[in-house]
């Protein structure tokens, strides 16, 4: 649709995927300055224009312009109201973290803790 071979659509994707991941970092942050609500009508406005975008626009400008839009929409963490309202938190760092990554940071501090106990060595 949009004209591209196949390793600029890979360049694409690529630059997609990765800021998936980073933008947590910085979109978190300015969720918890928003608050909850705000920062969650921000994220569904965005979402919503960028997916539009894709569905409406076949040229390379916009659907770069979707993408993008989805990136900062989808990267909005928890504010501080809700977590305040839960009962169980699980902190695995201050910083908000992509679902992925946090799996795996999990993972990791499991597999530190099950081997530190059974007494094998973990650092060297």
Request: aromatic share 10%; glycine share 14%.
């Amino acid at each position: 649709m949009v004209g591209l071979d196949d390793v600029e659509s890979g360049v694409i994707a690529g630059l997609f995927g990765a800021l998936i991941y980073l933008f947590p970092f910085f979109t978190g942050a300015v969720a918890d300055r928003m608050g909850f609500r705000n920062g969650l009508m921000l994220a569904f406005a965005l979402l919503t224009v960028g997916y539009g975008t894709l569905g409406v626009f076949s040229t390379l400008g916009p659907v770069l312009v979707g993408l993008f839009l989805i990136v900062i929409g989808g990267a909005f963490g928890l504010g501080r109201e809700i977590l305040e309202r839960s009962s169980l938190k699980l902190s695995l760092s201050p910083m908000t973290l992509p679902h992925e990554i946090a799996r795996l940071i999990l993972a990791e501090q499991l597999y530190r803790a099950l081997t530190i106990l059974r007494g094998l060595p973990y650092h060297k």
